[in-house]
T-cell receptor, first 112, second 115 residues
């Protein structure tokens, strides 16, 4: 499986934008880039995913580099409820091989 | 939609006892996944099913662990006999899988403590 690299931890001030980076230099053409987050004492929660183009949803935006070797999850205005561990994961797009392999993620702390 | 439903939420058992964890996936989802989370090892995929058929069980730690999916709306993860090192939070997740590659939906987990 292709691997991702994320910083272990990040801090951000409340109500400011947050940019969470992820490197995936060995990404293959069929790998989708997925982001999940895990709030304290909860199961992981899907945030967003993309293949080549930038993506937006109500939770966040995903900016994908042109060569697809890196991506950035953008929280436009962080709140205290966004404090969580954020996982960047590559997921093979081939049917029958959809498993997600979680790494250690980035622990995001929001400063009031 | 009630989401992915796991039971029980908490389980405390004695070493050597059989433990059965249960999961009801979201209706219409055809892929189901069992994960285990510990502080030391993080989130580990144990096994996953497509259309009720086990596809990859390479993450199952040993023969004491077994999982079944008798129909599209129910799955179990069984540990027999249980050991203290099995203490962890066990998550079940489901997804539509396939070409559309939608996200997983996780349950709230079962916190297992083996004493």
């Amino acid at each position: 499986d292709a691997k991702t690299t994320q910083p272990n931890s990040m801090e951000s001030n409340e109500e400011e934008p947050v940019h969470l980076p992820c490197n995936h230099s060995t990404i293959s053409g069929t790998d989708y880039i997925h982001w999940y987050r895990q709030l304290p004492s909860q199961g992981p929660e899907y945030v967003i995913h993309g293949l080549t183009s930038n993506v937006n949803n109500r939770m966040a935006s995903l900016a994908i580099a042109e060569d697809r070797k890196s991506s950035t999850l953008i929280l436009h205005r962080a709140t205290l409820r966004d404090a969580a561990v954020y996982y960047c994961i590559l997921r093979d797009g081939d049917f029958g091989n959809e498993k997600l392999t979680f790494g250690t993620g980035t622990r995001l702390t929001i400063i009031p | 939609d009630a989401g992915v439903i796991q039971s029980p939420r908490h389980e405390v058992t004695e070493m050597g006892q059989e433990v059965t964890l249960r999961c009801k996936p979201i209706s219409g989802h055809n892929s189901l996944f069992w994960y285990r989370q510990t502080m030391m090892r993080g989130l580990e995929l144990l096994i996953y099913f497509n259309n009720n058929v086990p596809i990859d069980d390479s993450g199952m730690p040993e023969d004491r662990f077994s999982a079944k999916m008798p129909n599209a709306s129910f799955s179990t993860l069984k540990i027999q006999p249980s050991e203290p090192r099995d203490s962890a939070v066990y998550f079940c997740a489901s997804s539509t899988g396939g070409l559309f590659n939608y996200g997983y939906t996780f349950g709230s987990g079962t916190r297992l403590t083996v004493v």
